[in-house]
């Protein structure tokens, strides 16, 4: 049956993409060998170092997430190599795998999903490794599985302080273009970024910012690579092109997405995900819930996992709320599956969007039957007002 309106699409991405990435992208499909590629070619490899922050290459693949984990691992490692990695929820763990199907021997850091990264763990580990066993150290910035961000200028001054030559891999799918990310500053030595989250684009993009110290270990690394290898890619893209066909189209689309995250100022982009990112809290407390991520530190501005109560299920909640109310809501995965659900916050997002999206999650829990208090949307807009007309009259202090 037809459902009118417009759907809500509030998982942790893929993410609602703009109408004015969806005209930008709609576009007779052109030859990437020719002069105009190379020109849209030029303006998003040098556009995505604005977001990554990064004066060395960003190589961009056609692929999900996932192939840019890979293309991490295979151009800067060798079969055999120890590297360590932290169990903060189900993408460290999926990486953490690929790393053991690569041939790799990772050390797997004990998290418990409801806190992300331990900065002295690492530390810890790195200082007991004396003869440098550990070819590099890889993490999630933003464990979107659990809601929990860490701070990873904390994990470089952990590497530093144990004096250590690991190279540093991190994960920013779920938190590039939504939470602040400094690739040079923080000495990450290859970053890991998808399309269809915090980007706004429709999945099929992903990316390697690397730094000089991760293209020196390319060059001895002895995994097998092929499609994923940087040598091809750099070469290619001196002059805008790649050395197979790049999903032209969605390049149109990235080159419009990154106009559009400096239109409106990148820092005030976080800004509003932290902003929206409160509200759901004060939204999910006032439910009596349990916001999923237990360390006020780490609270993720991208999404927010809300603990089910004991014995209701989350899955069956989100089907309601999807039946009823035509909203998507993310799913609890691995072993929190059907424990949490999760509400996406990231990407193309305004204040409107979420009073909508909490009024979703606030009738799905009446229809479902789950015991709650009422009030948690009001809570949210009450906060998103308060804030808005603080902003306002501070603005009018100034002119
Ligand atoms: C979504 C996500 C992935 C997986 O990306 P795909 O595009 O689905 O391959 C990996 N890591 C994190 C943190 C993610 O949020």
Request: net charge neutral; hydrophobic share 40%.
């Amino acid at each position: 049956m037809r459902q009118a309106g417009r759907h809500f699409l509030q998982i942790p991405g893929p993410t609602n993409v703009p109408d004015r990435i969806l005209r930008a992208m709609d576009m007779p499909t052109m030859d990437h060998r020719s002069p105009a590629f190379g020109l849209l070619g030029k303006r998003v490899l040098d556009g995505a170092k604005s977001i990554f922050k990064c004066a060395g290459p960003v190589f961009i693949y056609p692929a999900s997430g996932t192939g840019a984990w890979e293309a991490a691992l295979v151009n800067t490692l060798s079969p055999g190599d120890h590297v360590l990695m932290y169990e903060t929820g189900h993408f460290a763990s999926l990486w953490k795998a690929m790393a053991v199907r690569l041939g790799l021997d990772p050390e797997f850091v004990q998290g418990d999903w409801r806190a992300g990264l331990d900065a002295a763990a690492i530390e810890a580990r790195l200082r007991d490794d004396k003869a440098h066993s550990i070819k590099a150290v890889c993490v999630v910035h933003n464990e979107t599985s659990t809601g929990c961000t860490s701070r990873i200028d904390e994990i470089r001054k952990a590497i530093d302080a144990a004096g250590h030559p690991a190279l540093l891999m991190v994960d920013t799918i779920s938190s590039l273009g939504s939470i602040d990310f400094r690739h040079d500053e923080w000495g990450v030595d290859v970053t890991v970024g998808g399309s269809q989250k915090g980007l706004m684009l429709p999945p099929g993009l992903s990316f390697n910012a690397v730094s000089e110290k991760a293209l020196r270990a390319s060059k001895n690394a002895k995994l097998t690579r092929s499609f994923w290898s940087w040598d091809e890619m750099a070469t290619a893209n001196e002059k805008g092109y790649f050395p197979y066909t790049p999903a032209t189209n969605l390049l149109y689309g990235l080159a419009e997405a990154i106009d559009m995250m400096h239109e409106e100022g990148l820092d005030n982009v976080f800004a509003r995900h932290a902003r929206h990112s409160e509200a759901t809290r004060r939204a999910v407390h006032a439910w009596n819930l349990e916001v999923f991520c237990k360390n006020p530190r780490q609270f993720s501005n991208s999404l927010t996992a809300v603990l089910m109560p004991e014995g209701q299920s989350a899955d069956g909640f989100r089907r309601v709320v999807a039946e009823t109310f035509d909203m998507s809501l993310g799913n609890g995965l691995s072993k929190i599956a059907d424990k949490v659900f999760r509400i996406g916050h990231l990407g193309d997002f305004n204040d409107l969007m979420l009073a909508g999206t909490l009024s979703g999650v606030e009738m799905g829990l009446d229809v479902a039957g789950i015991p709650h208090k009422k009030g948690g949307a009001a809570a949210a807009l009450s906060y998103l007002a308060e804030d808005a007309s603080e902003k306002r009259n501070r603005r009018s202090e100034a002119a």
